[in-house]
């Protein structure tokens, strides 16, 4: 029972500290000139403010200071994996400031992804490696040498995926509820304390950000929040999906991630396909797909956040009942799932600018 009341307090005040600092955040890009001002490829019509990562941030660390006051198996814990804990923070704090800059001043595709693989590294010397593969066939697969580009990979690419996704109100930051709560009930389950009070903190910071960036959105995320955010989702799944062997079934994360990977997997072979640049900004997300037709802002975040809450509650599912019959059901649905999606989002091989 203190476990419970202790998650539900860290949930409850980074959602509050979110909530209370993004009025402030907001006036901060104005002063900072962080404006995101529209164009032919976005799809809002006034300029909006972004930084909305800085408050998304100080809702995530806001409950850390206080596991060194409590005295209870919750905080004996977190003061035991502060090595990892540190590398995360760190790690996140250099997506922020990076994203911060490009809010600001705008980087390009080759300067932030340099920094990117520089801060994916420096995680992964501090631990943050992903080095077996669970087979529910037989056993895990030892990945050698391979750990350092997978790892890097894993982060790289989950930092970019929900970076891409950030594309209309709430989207991004809606789906990473659904993510995060997800991996709290796995870790939950798991009884990975540490775990959970990352997802719960990311969660809750996510919550009280999302009023103001729902459609018809106040702030955005910028790149403040977004990358700051899968950088965080990518650590918290590689300490929870790939270090646990009950939870470490490689169609775990390909399911719980299943929006973010599937949306810039499929956004990537589109401009190969059709000889683009790959970092060339265009409208084929699934978001603008969604809009182009018909849907709103809104009935688009809302069909996205269904569909990823569905695919945690069979990730959650598949984490508890993973036997080799289980995960190939799952694996043959997932694979039927993203066919039928693709066949109908299919869109001319040259987008419209207006949805």
Not at 1 to 21: D, E, R
Not at 171 to 187: D, E, F, K, M, P
Not at 288 to 299: E, M, N, V, Y
Not at 343 to 354: I, Q, Y
Request: hydrophobic share 55%; net charge positive.
């Amino acid at each position: 029972m203190i476990n419970f009341k202790t998650y539900l307090a860290v949930l409850v005040m980074s959602a509050a500290v979110s909530y209370l600092l993004t009025p402030l955040v907001r006036r901060l890009a104005f002063r900072w000139k962080a404006i995101d001002q529209p164009d032919a490829r976005k799809v809002h019509k006034q300029p909006m403010p972004r930084l909305g990562g800085i408050a998304v941030f100080a809702g995530f660390c806001a409950p850390w200071a206080l596991f060194y006051l409590l005295n209870n198996r919750v905080s004996a814990t977190f003061q035991n994996y502060e090595k990892l804990f540190l590398a995360l923070m760190i790690g996140a704090g250099l997506m922020l400031l990076l994203g911060v800059v490009d809010d600001i001043k705008g980087l390009n595709a080759k300067q932030k992804f340099s920094f990117q693989i520089m801060t994916a590294l420096a995680m992964y010397f501090g631990g943050y490696q992903i080095t077996l593969l669970s087979n529910p066939f037989g056993n895990s697969i030892a990945l050698g040498w391979l750990a350092l580009p997978v790892s890097i990979l894993w982060i790289v690419g989950v930092t970019n995926a929900i970076n891409l996704l950030d594309g209309i109100d709430g989207l991004a930051t809606g789906i990473t509820v659904c993510i995060a709560l997800s991996l709290a009930i796995i870790n939950i389950i798991n009884d990975n304390i540490i775990v959970a009070l990352l997802t719960l903190c990311l969660a809750g910071a996510c919550l009280g950000f999302l009023p103001y960036n729902f459609s018809p959105a106040k702030i955005f995320l910028g790149d403040s929040g977004s990358l700051f955010i899968g950088l965080v989702l990518a650590g918290i799944g590689m300490l929870s999906l790939f270090k646990v062997t009950t939870a470490a079934i490689v169609i775990v994360p390909v399911v719980l991630f299943g929006i973010p990977l599937f949306d810039t997997t499929a956004v990537f072979f589109g401009r190969l396909m059709r000889g683009d640049p790959l970092f060339k900004a265009d409208k084929t997300h699934l978001h603008h797909r969604l809009l182009r037709l018909g849907l709103d802002h809104r009935q688009a975040s809302l069909l996205l956040y269904a569909v990823s809450a569905a695919l945690g509650g069979v990730a959650v599912y598949v984490n508890v009942n993973h036997t080799p019959r289980m995960v190939v059901i799952v694996s043959a649905l997932v694979m039927v799932l993203a066919i039928c999606v693709l066949f109908v989002l299919r869109n001319p091989d040259k987008p419209k600018d207006n949805p």
